[in-house]
């Protein structure tokens, strides 16, 4: 078999079979075949699109490219969650702990930044001393322990995808259906949980920007993982507008503690509730939806997830008194104010491009190697639909280099609209798919 051969015959239209995917993707993995077919192929497969089987057979094969991690050790149900990027989706920082607190077992698995849409572990190292790159007996005996572990891709967990998803990243082939259940179902199936909870994105801060491609590939993502024998649940929620007001590293972990502390964005804890309800449903922490959401409500008031996420962050090497003292966490040097230019309402945040303009500002990698400054990115003050005066500030930009920040606020600008007329509040729960 060789490698140009199938590039040709997916350029073409053709339909890969198994054995041709296996020898794809265990050559990828091992370096035989390089990055450049690769890409080419990543590429092909953008434009063709795959069909359900081949979809099964690439998460299989990604999924069987290294490890498969035993959970067994882990006393109770162990439940994962992951979503498929968005802008100021700091989703996980707030909610694993939430749900530890609340006695799930969350054995969960994250990554980094992606095109415009930033990454758990980059938000994580946020807290200097921060490791995801635990072994496996660490985070067996954590999640044990505290009731929560993150580790990022190790190189034995899901290899294949750990290198096509850093050179999608730089690629322009990230938004694509099947590659991206295939890289989310195979990681998540690799991690071993015992359910999984995916938070499904649509809308411009979404790679699947239409709900109707959002609602295909959550389908197909619960299609998988039941298929694999592990409870899954999608949620498709708005990313139409940045989740919360925070983009960027240490401004969400900051976001984050807030609403451990009570202090939250509506949005973001709506979302929270909503997902972690789900999380301890598939646990048995709950025998209701009322009833999670409850107790999910309870650890943010008793303070028992703000310690959750305290216990986290120290466990894996963190300054655990970051989280009780934010004002600690890495701060850019300068900042900008974005003002409304007319009296009206918010009737546009296009979300894709305030993640690109975080990037700009050094939040996000423009290539593989590229180290990222977790200090800088946007905080918004208003969300669509709000009304706003000549001269209110919209959203505040942050960052350490001037060239930069002058280039992100130009482009930013151009994302935000206002309109004379009322714009009425979008849903951010769209609908449940199990
Ligand atoms: N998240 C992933 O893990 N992979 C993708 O392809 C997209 C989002």
């Known amino acids: 078999m060789r490698m140009y051969d199938l590039i040709k015959k997916k350029r073409d239209g053709g339909i890969l079979t198994e054995q041709e995917i296996a020898y794809m993707i265990q050559g990828y993995t091992n370096g035989k075949i390089p990055d450049y077919q690769m890409s080419a192929m990543m590429m092909a497969m953008y434009y063709q699109g795959l069909n359900e089987k081949e979809t099964l057979s690439l998460t299989m094969e990604m999924a069987h490219s290294g490890e498969l991690l035993d959970l ?30 609340c006695g799930v077992k969350v054995a969960k698995m994250s990554g980094r930044g992606l095109g415009h849409t930033g990454g758990t572990i980059d938000k994580l190292e946020s807290f200097a001393g921060f490791r995801t790159d635990i072994t496996t007996e660490q985070f067996l005996s954590q999640v044990n322990r505290i009731g929560v572990a993150i580790m990022g891709q190790t190189a034995d967990l899901a290899p294949a995808d750990k290198k096509l998803y850093a050179l999608r990243d730089v690629t322009a082939t990230v938004d694509q259906m099947s590659l991206i259940a295939s890289s989310i179902m195979s990681k998540k199936l690799a991690a071993g949980a015992d359910a999984i909870v995916l938070d499904v994105k649509t809308g411009s ?82 025998d209701s939806e009322k009833q999670a959401r409850e107790k999910l409500r309870g650890v943010i008031a008793d303070g028992s997830a703000l310690k959750k996420l305290a216990d986290f ?11 009780y003292h934010p004002e600690r966490l890495p701060r850019a040097a300068f900042t900008e104010s974005v003002c409304a230019g007319s009296d009206g309402y918010i009737s546009r945040i296009i979300c894709d491009e305030v993640g690109i303009c975080s990037l700009m500002l050094g939040g996000g990698r423009e290539t593989k190697e590229d180290v990222i400054d977790l200090s800088v990115g946007i905080v918004f003050h208003k969300k669509k639909g709000d009304a706003v005066q000549s001269g209110d500030v919209v959203a505040t930009l942050h960052a350490n280099d001037k060239e930069k920040l002058a280039a992100a606020k130009n482009r930013l600008l151009r994302a935000i609209a206002v309109s004379a007329e009322p714009v009425s509040k979008v849903p951010l729960i769209k609908r449940v798919i199990t």
């Open 72 to 101: 067994s050790a882990i006393h109770g149900v162990k439940v994962d969650k992951h979503s498929t990027g968005g802008v100021g989706d700091k989703t996980s920082l707030a909610l694993t702990p939430m749900a530890a607190a």
């Open 205 to 286: 801060g979404a790679f699947m920007k239409k709900e109707e491609d959002a609602e295909a590939l959550a389908r197909e993502m619960v299609r998988i993982g039941n298929g694999a024998g592990r409870k899954t649940t999608a949620v498709i929620t708005d990313m139409d507008q940045p989740l919360g007001f925070a983009v960027g590293n240490a401004l969400e972990v900051r976001e984050a503690i807030n609403t451990l502390s009570g202090n939250g964005p509506e949005d973001f804890l709506e979302l929270c509730l909503t997902l972690g309800s789900h999380m301890l449903l598939a646990a048995g922490k709950a």
């Open 313 to 323: 962050v120290a466990a894996q090497g963190g300054d655990a008194d970051m989280v």
